[in-house]
Structures are given as structure tokens and as C-alpha cells.
């Protein structure tokens, strides 16, 4: 990960705005540079992923045009190419170095050319004018604000902007701003078409282009290691890398010390993969220390996303004090595009559609965003195998239909498509899904759930609750979240647009937990 920041006023100062930048440092620890030009202040902080020479440090600049970008571009060296055909030259291997080049030749169409999870910020100085934007899944954070002048406010995370826009948003995926307006260049949640393939040819097509995910974001010029947690979408992430990778690859799983689920599903793919395998383990004591920290860095109060936050948050924290590695695949998006254990409740392949299409457009507000804050406070780059572009507009064109879960088990399409091959043992390919937030160990919710009671009285949860008229707090877990949140981010709770719950429209899903396990359904997910 990096940090990038930009601005365009001139109320605030450019002391001010390095002591913004700099919230964010754990994002970019390698190095940091601040440009101020005729109209615009730039900053970059620095994580050395690709092109780990000094001529790889941005903002780049070129003819009047300067660019910072936090991204991973992939296939960028047959690009780089290409401009180089027309006469560009390029003093770095960085993959964001190709930018402003393609942006001279395109203009605000290369933005849907890019095969790539970015967020940058460009400035054209000929013009005045500022253009920002960020890939269509959000996988790379940005948000923005505007000083009092209207002066536009753009940074990595929300944290950098507190203090010095009214109001912070989430810039919004799949979009680009420029002459003060927000364009949607690539809305990846809706479809084109239906796709009918067969059954067949879907299960080849979803293998083929997951396998194709993996193996471009193996390409790194630092170390790179997987997070597993012994469930199927992790666990798929690191098989189809152990194939591809000449030597054993580096796993870590986390879990409580008591209970949790998945450690022992972890160690079972990590024999059967041959990784060379991290198990990290957590007390009642670290989970309470981490809350405050935790919710910090998320600039979130949703219950799901803080609790599923906790283990990856100090798995990481592991990681980053105890390795080199400075890469990280994950498994999320896997749920939002195959169905999690409520969307078994689903009244229709329409009404499954409407809600896969729903967590896609807001996934930057919630799992991506977990992956994002907890990975990257630890000055690690996360990489998400099934954000794939291809993979995600294929799978989402498909007939919902043969999504639904029609077939007794969950994920039915993805299992299928890896049944072959020799990736997973059966009883973790076919293995019924936990929540996160439980695998780790059902106690720590349950250590959660207790903590947040002993903060309140009957009589204070009624009376906290009403001081919030969006996404007003339910549970006293979910007062506590929001006020820890409140101590951060103060009125800015519009950043989330609620709290990530079950469709509580279908039967079955009016429940008042963000947990699978207290759906009809969970049964053997939680064993």
C-alpha cells in the first residue's frame, strides 16, 4: 500500500497538510515527498512493492502533468511498451509510472483500460484542474472533502482529512472526477447481458480465470505471503499459489486460544499444500486492547467489519514485526459474488441478483475495507485474487439462476470448478462456510458481546442510542462501536451507509446479529 493525498485551495497551509499526510504514514514507511505546484499540493508516502529504485518514488511529473496513484497495475509492462512505441521513455520499473502517458494519449478513457485496484490523483497544471479516480471495486481507498472555500480534499483514508473538510465521503468506485463532477466510467456491478453458458463451460470458466487472478498478483519485487484461514475462498487463493510458485509458499492463520474453528482447517490445506505454515494466537486480553485500535484505523462502527477486523488486524501485526514479507493475498469477495449462508434465503435468482449487485457496489465500505486498514496499519500491500475484474464480470454476468443455492451446499459453482485438479481435500472444498468473526473462535464475539455490556446500563444504551439519528446503534456492542467512532471521526458517520446485515425483507433473515451462526441455516459451518 501507499498514502497519497491532494489538494486544491488555498485555506490550508502546506505545513498543515504534511501533518495530515502523515496520519498515514504506516501506509508508505519507505519514503515520503510533498509537491506544491502553481495550484496543487501533492503528497505520496511510499510502500516499495514494484520498482524498488529511488526513480520509482512519485508524484512523476511530466509536461505540466503530475500524478500520484496508490495502485497495483497488472500486464503494465506490455503497456509500458507500447507508449514506449510512441515515443515515451520511463526512468523506473514502477507500474504506475505508465499513467500520465496513457492519460496524454486517452485522456479520462484510460481509466477503464486499466486491469488494475488503484486510487490516484492527477493534476494538469496547463489546465488548473484536478482528476481523481479509483478502480471500479474500491479496492484501493480514497475519499474526499471540500475546505470551506470549495476547495477539493483528496487522501487515502478518511483519517487524513478529519480536521479539515466538514464533511468526508467515500470516493466513490468505478468512478473519475474532474470539472467539479463525479463520472461513472465503469459500474462493474451490473452486467451487460446474461450470460447462459453451460454448466460445464461456467465451471472451466470460473477456474481459468481464478487461476489467472492468482498468478498476476504473485508478481511482486518484495516477499509475498497468504492469509488462510482454513476456509474454501483463502484456502483456494493459496493452493492455486503453491501450484505456481517454485517454492513453498508462506501462510499464516490466526485464532483464539481456545476455540477457534479454523486454525486446525488451516493446517490441514497447509500440509496438504506444502506451505510453510504461521499459526498466531490471541487471548480474551489482546482482542479487548486491539478494539479502540481497531476501530481507529477502520474509520468504521459496523459490528460485522469490526469483529472479522480483530484477527486479521494482529495477524498482520504478526506479520509485519516477525517476516519480510510486504505482500499479502487474501480471499475476500468470494461471499459477494457466490452467496453468503443468508442469501440461501433468497426469494427469487432475481432478488439474489439485486443483493450480489448491492454488497459489490458498497464492498468498499465494508470487507474491502477491513482487508485494506488492516493490512496496510501494517505497512503490507493487500492483493484480492477474486476482485479480479475479468473474474468479477464474469461471474456477476451469470445467469442467477444457477447461482442460488439449489444444490444443498454454498459456493456450489466455485466447489465444482476446483473439484478436479487436485487443489483442496474433499472435506475442505465441500466444508460448510464459518463467519470470520466466528472461526477465529466463537469466544471472541461472545468476549466482544460481554465488554460492550459492562459499558452500559439498561438506561444508557436507551438514552446513547438516541443520540444518533443515522445508523442508529441496536445492540450495546453497536453503541459502543459507534462511540469509539464518534471519538474519531466526529459526525462523519455517513461514510457507511449502514450496518452490513442479512436482507431483513426475506424470511429468515429478520434477525437482530450481523453473525451467520444465528441463521436457521448455519449448522455445521460453526464445527
Not at 500486464?75 to 523506473?92: C, H, I, P, V
Not at 485496484?117 to 474526499?144: K, M, N, Q, S
Not at 457496489?361 to 501494517?378: G, K, P, Q, T
Amino acid at each position: 500500500m501507499c498514502s497519497i493525498m491532494g489538494y486544491t485551495g488555498t485555506d490550508i497551509s502546506l505545513p498543515r497538510f504534511v501533518e495530515c499526510l502523515k496520519r498515514t504514514a504506516s501506509r508508505g514507511p519507505d519514503d515520503c515527498r510533498v509537491i506544491k505546484t502553481s495550484g496543487c499540493i501533492l503528497g505520496f508516502q511510499r510502500l516499495s512493492i514494484m520498482g524498488l529504485t529511488p526513480e520509482g518514488m512519485q508524484p512523476f511529473s511530466m509536461d505540466g502533468l503530475y500524478v500520484v496513484c496508490n495502485g497495483e497495475l497488472y500486464g503494465f509492462e506490455e503497456t509500458r511498451d507500447e507508449l514506449k512505441q510512441k515515443g515515451y521513455t520511463f526512468a523506473s520499473d514502477s507500474d504506475c509510472e505508465i499513467i500520465l502517458p496513457l492519460y496524454k494519449e486517452y485522456g479520462t478513457d484510460m481509466f477503464a483500460m486499466l486491469d488494475a485496484e488503484f486510487a490516484c490523483i492527477i493534476y494538469d497544471e496547463t489546465a488548473g484542474e484536478i482528476i481523481a479516480a479509483r478502480d471500479p471495486i474500491g479496492i484501493r481507498p480514497l475519499y474526499y472533502g471540500f475546505d470551506r472555500n470549495g476547495g477539493i480534499l483528496l487522501a487515502s483514508e478518511a483519517k487524513n482529512l478529519v480536521g479539515l473538510a466538514e464533511t468526508i465521503l467515500p470516493f466513490p468506485p468505478g468512478h473519475y472526477y474532474k470539472n467539479g463532477e463525479f463520472v461513472c466510467y465503469c459500474d462493474i456491478s451490473k452486467p451487460e447481458e446474461i450470460n447462459r453458458d453451460d454448466l460445464e463451460t461456467v465451471f472451466g470458466q470460473i477456474h481459468d480465470k481464478l487461476v489467472r487472478g492468482v498468478e498476476k498478483r504473485l508478481v511482486s519485487d518484495s516477499k509475498v505471503g497468504f492469509l488462510l484461514s482454513g476456509g474454501l475462498d483463502s484456502s483456494l487463493v493459496c493452493s492455486i499459489a503453491s501450484k505456481k510458485s517454485c517454492a513453498p509458499i508462506r501462510t499464516f492463520a490466526i485464532g483464539m486460544s481456545e476455540d477457534a474453528i479454523d486454525l486446525k482447517y488451516a493446517r490441514q490445506v497447509a500440509d496438504f499444500i506444502g506451505s510453510d505454515h504461521t499459526e498466531v494466537y490471541m487471548t480474551s486480553g489482546d482482542v479487548i486492547s486491539a478494539l479502540e485500535d481497531v476501530i481507529h484505523l477502520l474509520g468504521t462502527y459496523d459490528i460485522t467489519t469490526i469483529r472479522a477486523s480483530i484477527g486479521m488486524y494482529l495477524v498482520c501485526k504478526a506479520i509485519h514485526e516477525q517476516t519480510d514479507v510486504r505482500v499479502i493475498l487474501t480471499g475476500e469477495i468470494s461471499d459477494e459474488l457466490f452467496g453468503y449462508k443468508y442469501t440461501d434465503f433468497a426469494p427469487s435468482a432475481s432478488a439474489f441478483q439485486e443483493e450480489a449487485q448491492k454488497r459489490i457496489r458498497e464492498l468498499h465500505m465494508y470487507d474491502v475495507l477491513r482487508a485494506d486498514r488492516c493490512i496496510s496499519v501494517n505497512s503490507l500491500e493487500a492483493r484480492v485474487p477474486f476482485g479480479d475484474l475479468d473474474f468479477v464480470r464474469y461471474v456477476m454476468s451469470l445467469d442467477p439462476e444457477i447461482k442460488l443455492n439449489r444444490y444443498g451446499k454454498g459456493k456450489y459453482l466455485l466447489r465444482k470448478a476446483f473439484e478436479e485438479g487436485g487443489y483442496l481435500p474433499d472435506e475442505i472444498l465441500w466444508r460448510e462456510k464459518a463467519a470470520f468473526s466466528d472461526a477465529v473462535g466463537h469466544s471472541m464475539v461472545d468476549y466482544l458481546k460481554e465488554y460492550a455490556d459492562e459499558q452500559y446500563t439498561d438506561e444508557e444504551f436507551g438514552k446513547g442510542c438516541l443520540k444518533y439519528s443515522h445508523a442508529r446503534p441496536f445492540t450495546k456492542e453497536s453503541l459502543l462501536y459507534r462511540d469509539i467512532f464518534e471519538k474519531y471521526y466526529p459526525g462523519q458517520s455517513e461514510m457507511i451507509v449502514d450496518f452490513w446485515m442479512p436482507n431483513k425483507e426475506w424470511d429468515g433473515c429478520n434477525v437482530n446479529d450481523p453473525s451467520a451462526r444465528v441463521l436457521s441455516n448455519y449448522g455445521a459451518s460453526g464445527i
